[in-house]
């Protein structure tokens, strides 16, 4: 089209940081404006799919399934590879971990959030995160190489426990994973694996506590019927290079000690604002710091109408992502902002091989094979890349459907 | 079925040094037999798809489809997961890595090769082999991180090329898929990705030295047409940090330099015989040392009908495990040994997408998209585990007709 009225005014420079599900949404609604040029920034090039992360650590899928490369995710959005070291919101401008200077007119945190030990002495040191693919790597590591070492006589038969902290969905899948794991491993190393235990630590009353009781109850008996100790009420005072120590003095001696038991948004944010006790931003509800700043996702604490902050997961991140990028179309058009309202779709967690619970609504939830079916379904949907989807898909259908030994890993 | 006459008679035990694909062709055969049970070692717990090892090296398999576990392949077999630091041939023994002494009966050498620097001052610090999964990894990490380095200006621009040293099947197929992989980079780093390059460089007259010349030719014709700087006569003399000095002077700088120019046996293993330049035991026509000491594969200098070693390459080792375990059957029915007779059935290499070279029969080659389906269907047909067919096929699939961005890796 011909712009026969004079000059396209320049673009303003939108620049947002993080490519996780929250930072892409907002670039994918963004990219195609005439107002915006977009700039995405991640220190990883590739977009994590967080949700499958406990099936890469367990050696289920392998670790490029569930990274999306992000360079080439949308050819009209400019990415740079760094951490960002500063912000000068009064000049708006980024400095960059490469040393450059990055200057925007709007500039959107969607920068995730990372596992917090809450202090607990030797957790840091001790135990294994699970929020990278690097992490992933080092569990799938331990798990395996745990047995040969055993086998090897360098370490002693309890080295095969594991220990998994925290009974939030990441835990409750991870402990059915690692269960199975376990059981396929038996046919490998036969005069050991068998008093190999998995323990799932969890500090409150019941399991994966934002979900309804009779969830948790179904979570619960369905992990200790495949073999879990699943233990509620046990929070953990101490870590050590071999053991994890409960409240009541009791030792879990474990070779594979594994947090997952919660998450903070990143601590280098917070001058940024006011912030709660897990470092989220506390933003407006239009999701801004102020006119040009704006937040989404586990990084910003939003309230919802009863006063709580909304859950930091990724359906969050997505609405709130592409309602920012609404927000600024809207603005260029003269429009009055909109404030976010979170359509709560419901969570799930699934719990081994054809097993999950789902809850759409507090009065609609189910469990069992059907939940797994959705579970399954809406994980693929959700998947970013064609390419990745018939490759997990491939994959899936093996371990569900064919179910022999599972592929090997490079370890 | 009931033993009605007598008691067994102890199984002889066989270790199989080597999990590659003359030890396991070996053991495949040799695990169901009652007069024999099998033990198998390996310094990895996976059989490594070497063919493929150029894909995952340029980004286009994940490094788990061309690993297939071990440990599992086959119920009867023993597996143990170590390096054989010696053997006395006289007591029959085994020592391990781990410590352990193993006896045995027979004993079967199935220990491959490995990359060779012809003694080139700087080759073994400064280029990267292309035997292992961690070399394949560290390629793939070095072509990729290469552009970010220099988009940043922590490189160079030059720091773009790539130098292959080798012009057989290996070379030949990495240098096409390098440059193929280039091709794609230019839509993620479109200012500074059309300059790069790759060298592919052959100290002889040719490439492809053991195909016909017209496949060489065929191959150079290829290369060159998709963007390959072909190098025949191109000895290199020196490696150093950034580049590598050809025997008439000349320096090509490159970021990453692949050394691919050639493979002996282990040295490891020279006191157990008499060997040849190549560190290849020099076996006798049954492919022993000894009554109880066999060599199979590329570790074995078998001549064939003229006098001339076989190829180091995967058919041979397959037959020659195979030969060994049926002759050991027959040594149990007293029937007399046989010599090892080499059923050549031809040779290929792939030049990037869609084209390939084959050779079965000096008189009966092909080359072109009907030389690469046949080489796409007999790696298929060749892979082990149905699991990494099926994943390996869909991506295949996808990377070869789908044809969009490959997919991205965790670096």
């Known amino acids: 089209m011909l712009r026969e009225f004079g000059v396209a005014p320049p673009k303003k420079h939108v620049v947002i940081v ?60 400019q990415f740079i590879r760094a951490e960002v070291t500063n912000v000068d919101t009064g000049a708006k401008t980024l400095t960059l971990s490469t040393g450059k200077t990055l200057s925007y007119d709007d500039l959107v945190l969607a920068v995730g959030s990372e596992g917090t030990t809450f202090g607990i002495p030797g957790v840091a040191e001790h135990t294994l995160q699970m929020k990278s693919v690097a992490h992933a790597r080092d569990i799938r590591r331990s798990l395996l190489r745990t047995y040969e070492a055993v086998e090897d006589g360098v370490l002693p038969i309890e080295s095969l426990n594991v220990v998994i902290v925290g009974g939030g969905p990441t835990g409750v899948e991870l402990a059915g994973a690692v269960r ?27 399991l994966l506590p934002s979900f309804q009781p009779s969830s948790s109850e179904h979570a619960r008996k369905a992990l200790t019927k495949m073999g879990v100790n699943v233990r509620v009420d046990a929070a953990v005072t101490e870590a050590t290079s071999r053991s994890l120590r409960l409240k009541d003095g009791e030792e879990l001696v474990a070779g594979t000690r594994i947090w997952a038991a919660g998450v903070v948004a990143p601590p280098h944010w917070k001058f940024l604002g006011e912030s709660d006790r897990g ?55 003269n429009e009055a902002l909109e404030p976010f309202k979170y359509r709560d779709k419901g969570q799930m967690a699934t719990i081994g091989r054809r097993k999950a619970v789902v809850e759409v609504r507090p009065w609609l939830r189910f469990q069992g094979t059907i939940a797994w079916l959705t579970w399954l379904a809406l994980h693929l949907a959700y998947l970013s890349g064609g390419r990745n989807r018939t490759s997990i898909f491939a994959d899936w259908v093996w371990n569900y459907f064919v179910w022999t030994p599972r592929r090997t890993i490079t370890e």
């Open 18 to 77: 993080g490519a996780g599900f929250g930072g892409l949404a907002c670039a994918k609604k963004l990219r195609k404006s005439a107002a915006y040029s977009v700039t995405l920034i991640d220190r990883n090039p590739y977009q994590l799919f967080s949700p499958l992360l406990y099936q890469v650590a367990t050696a289920s899928l392998p670790e490029d399934d569930i990274a999306f490369p992000v360079r080439t995710a949308y050819r009209e959005v």
């Open 180 to 206: 199975e794991l376990q059981g396929e491993i038996k046919r490998e190393f036969a005069h050991i694996a068998p008093q190999a235990t998995v323990t799932l630590l969890e500090a409150g009353p019941r």
């Open 279 to 333: 470092n989220r931003l506390k933003v407006n509800p239009q999701l801004q710091l102020n006119d040009s700043l704006w937040v989404v996702g586990d990084a910003a604490n939003f309230a919802d109408a009863e006063g709580k902050p909304l859950p930091m997961i990724a359906p969050v991140a997505i609405q709130q992502g592409r309602h920012v990028a609404r927000q600024m179309l809207r603005r260029e058009r």
